[in-house]
């Protein structure tokens, strides 16, 4: 009884534990854009410039936005020099709370 319960409480433990990193590939956006695109918002002549503005005037916070959903990313200084550009990240996602810990971000190739 006792190993049985051990089995399944390991079982469980390595269910819950935090899974590796991750690939994602998208769009580095913020999350006002993200919901309603930059027609409604035009804060800039491209969209790398309303990206930016956004995060300053708005408080808005930079995302990965995939063709779906968006990610809020753990870091939010790197992310600035890719505005609007299609970008590879590399991290952790916390599903609950739909945010990448990211550990790199790069170009798309």
Do not use: W
């Not at 990193?21 to 790398?48: S, V, Y």
């Amino acid at each position: 009884m006792k190993r049985t319960f051990a089995v399944v409480l390991l079982s469980v433990a390595g269910l819950s534990a935090a899974q590796g990193p991750q690939t994602f590939n998208g769009i580095i956006e913020d999350e006002l854009c993200a919901k309603g695109g930059h027609a409604q918002m035009r804060m800039g002549p491209t969209d790398a410039d309303c990206v930016k503005a956004c995060i300053v005037s708005h408080g808005a916070q930079y995302v990965l936005l995939d063709g779906k959903d968006f990610y809020i990313l753990s870091d939010q200084q790197t992310p600035e020099k890719f505005a609007a550009q299609k970008v590879t990240v590399v991290g952790t996602l916390d599903a609950k709370t739909k945010t990448i810990r990211v550990q790199s971000i790069s170009a798309a190739k």
